[in-house]
Structures are given as C-alpha cells and as structure tokens.
C-alpha cells in the first residue's frame, strides 16, 4: 500500500465522505422527494433514490451495475496493488474513481439504489451524489495525466 499510498487515501477517504453524507440523508429527511434549498432556486439538498446508473440511465439496472462496481473496484485495486508506481496524478484519478465505485456499488448491494441528494436547480442538472462527484474528479484527473509527460524512469544502483 505504500507504493501508490494516495490512491488508497483518496479511494478510502471518499468512501468514507459519501457513505456519511448519504448515511446523513436518509436519517434526516423523512420522505422521498423532501428538500432543503441551500440557495433556492439554484441549490438544494433532495432526498431521491436512483436504481439506475448516472443521470437514472438504465433505470432498474442496479443488478448489474453492482457487479460492473465490484468489478470496477477490484481492478483499480490490483492495478493499485500488482501494478507499476503510479505517477501522482494518476493515483489521485483511480483513488477518485475508487471511492465512487465503492460508494455506488456498496449502496446498489446493500440496498438495490443509490441514494443522491445534490440538486443543481439553476441549470435543471439530475439529482447526484459525493461518489458521482468522485468519480468525475477521478476522470478530469486522468485527463491531466494523459496530456502531462511521464517522469523518466529512476536509475538504481548508479
């Protein structure tokens, strides 16, 4: 775990941010649907459950979509464990889409849905959650590492 140790921060420190944010959700609203405006019109907190996957594509699909999690997961993490140092941006872009996949995928096991409550009003966006944050994060993330230049190998022994 030492060899790409912020994959395995970020992966685990996000898992950890959207379980307790969706743990606070559903023990403080009471119904589906319920709303706080944070900024009226523009932002609110709702309480709505998704069984599809991003924006309720393939909506019902949380059979499936538990096991593309698990399978996700379970790849970034032997890529993590088995696989070269990663460079920094690189580890922080897995770790991202770790924590998302983690946090999806636990709540589509557990429960059958994902539980969203980020309600952008302003520009009509679908309701979301922390890991579907995470996992964008994890993508702009990788974006940067594909057009940065990779570190030259370290030379050992001389």
Do not use: C
């Not at 940065?148 to 050992?156: A, H, I, L, N, V």
């Amino acid at each position: 775990m030492k060899k790409n140790r912020f994959f395995w921060l970020v992966g685990l420190a996000g898992l950890i941010i959207d379980q307790i944010t969706k743990y606070w959700v559903t023990q403080s609203f009471t119904t589906l649907g319920q709303t706080i405006p944070i900024w009226s019109g523009v932002f609110h907190f709702t309480y709505v459950i998704n069984t599809g996957a991003a924006f309720s594509f393939f909506s019902g699909g949380a059979r499936w979509l538990r096991w593309l999690s698990l399978g996700v997961s379970l790849g970034l993490m032997a890529l993590a464990w088995w696989g070269n140092k990663l460079r920094l941006t690189e580890q922080l872009g897995y770790g991202f889409i770790l924590a998302g996949a983690l946090g999806n995928g636990i709540d589509r096991f557990l429960f059958g849905y994902v539980v969203d409550f980020l309600d952008f009003r302003l520009i009509k966006f679908p309701v979301f959650n922390l890991a579907d944050v995470f996992i964008n994060f994890g993508i702009i993330f990788l974006l940067i590492a594909s057009f940065s230049e990779p570190s030259p190998p370290k030379k050992s022994g001389t």
